[in-house]
């Protein structure tokens, strides 16, 4: 049975990659929705075919512009490069966008790799503090949402579970974006910084002893005896051996 493959989407229509002039930080979101679609049409390794579709998307008076970066000479540029070379000519505050959004990929990708757990305080406030400072450079060209699931990648999954159950939906929030990114991060900075069952923080997490040893001494006449206790997995006191009463 044939499948439909997915084709780029139709300039004329409403769900096509889109840059806004008067938000030139927008640029970033618009070459990752292109590059995004490309690959799933297949394309992504046809750069003139890439950018022709690209600029189709854009205002007739910033497709112009655009389009004479679209060749070095008479050689048609690869889509990153002419990406990069479209970027260069756009007001500093949508490069510094690009500069933040290069980072808090970096910064999601190398904590999701290695999740971050409610214990490990060092690499939860490199990691939040790190986020938090790239996301609000770019605000404005990510959403929400995925702020919130980029963050939440990043940390393990009973870290989440416990987030979740302390999170509380802003107000008229839909069921795919129930939370706001900056309320997640910081319910989750309250959590490792206090922890949730007192001062020592959850007991129960912590790894048990099935088994430990105790030596009680006793006086006795002459010397002492030595009486060492045991303790089992099920919690009751085991026979007590009595020493061989030599003296201590």
């Known amino acids: 049975m044939a499948t439909n493959k997915a084709r780029m989407p139709v300039p004329y229509g409403k769900n096509h990659p889109t840059y806004d002039p008067e938000e030139p930080g927008s640029a970033v979101r618009f070459f990752d929705q292109v590059a995004m679609a490309a690959t ?11 950018v022709k579709w690209a ?21 048609q540029r690869p889509f990153a490069e002419w990406r990069d070379e479209v970027m260069k000519i756009l007001p500093r505050r949508a490069q510094e966008a690009a500069g933040a959004m290069a980072r808090l990929d970096a910064l999601v990708t190398k904590w999701s790799r290695s999740p971050i757990s409610r214990h490990d305080r060092a690499d939860f406030f490199d990691f939040s503090l790190g ?33 979740q159950d302390k999170l509380t939906p802003r107000t ?6 129930p939370y706001d990114w900056t309320a997640v991060v910081e319910k989750s900075k309250e959590l490792v910084a206090g922890g949730t069952s007192g001062p020592f923080g959850d007991l129960n997490l912590e ?9 009680k001494i006793e006086p006795g006449l002459g010397g002492s005896k030595i009486l060492e206790i045991r303790l089992g997995e099920d919690g009751c006191h085991g026979r007590a051996d009595e020493g061989d009463g030599s003296e201590i």
């Open 55 to 75: 600029l189709s998307y854009l205002p007739e008076s910033i497709k112009k512009r655009w389009a004479l970066l679209a060749k070095n000479g008479n050689a």
């Open 131 to 163: 986020f938090m400072a790239e996301a609000k450079a770019i605000g404005s060209i990510v959403s929400n949402r995925d702020l919130v699931r980029m963050y939440l990648r990043c940390l393990n999954s009973m870290f989440r579970e416990r987030l």
């Open 207 to 215: 790894p048990s002893t099935s088994e430990y040893e105790r030596v």
């Open 172 to 177: 008229n929030a839909t069921d795919e974006d």
């Open 40 to 50: 799933e049409a297949g394309i992504d390794d046809q750069p003139a075919e890439v």
